[in-house]
């Protein structure tokens, strides 16, 4: 019905309650595609419902996408090997794949190594799923990495190849 904050709100409640894991599976699958595709309570989803629980016995699609929310949550904590350890799990050329390969040119970025931002920026692009901002948002970086490092050519090329229209942005 697009409450996406109500269904965030009831299915965070019933997925940390845990009455069963299939019906935490079921919840996760729901959250996950909330959180991709609707405006959502980060707060509550990510950061209380996610990265709170443990969900070793989930085994469904969703699994990247706690992975993804945990490794993220202990990155922004300082937490840099657990962070690690749950990007490990991710499996490869998935969305959440592309999405910590995107978080992973941005630390690289803060850390000054912008080579490796680049390729990794390039890499994104290449491979990620169609039908999500995440191509756009690494083709932004990008662009704005090459237009700091004055070849506008290729900074344009990259600013009109972005997909989604001006209004949305």
Request: aromatic residues 14%.
């Amino acid at each position: 019905l697009g409450l996406t904050h109500a269904a965030v709100d009831a299915l965070t409640s019933v997925m940390t309650r845990k009455p069963n894991p299939k019906i935490v599976d079921y919840a996760m699958e729901l959250l996950e595609e909330i959180s991709r595709t609707g405006p959502f309570d980060r707060d509550l989803l990510i950061h209380r419902g996610v990265c709170d629980q443990s969900y070793d016995f989930v085994d469904s699609a969703a699994t990247d996408f706690v992975h993804y929310y945990q490794g993220e949550y202990d990155w922004e904590h300082g937490l840099f090997p657990w962070g690690d350890e749950h990007f490990q799990q991710i499996r490869p050329d998935t969305y959440y794949h592309h999405k910590f390969l995107f978080k992973k040119a941005l630390r690289a970025l803060y850390d000054g190594r912008t080579d490796e931002a680049v390729q990794l920026l390039k890499q994104v692009i290449a491979k990620a799923p169609d039908g999500t901002t995440l191509k756009d948002d690494a083709r932004k970086s990008l662009a704005r990495l090459y237009y700091e490092m004055g070849e506008f050519a290729k900074a344009d090329f990259l600013y009109q190849r972005i997909e989604m229209n001006i209004v949305e942005q």
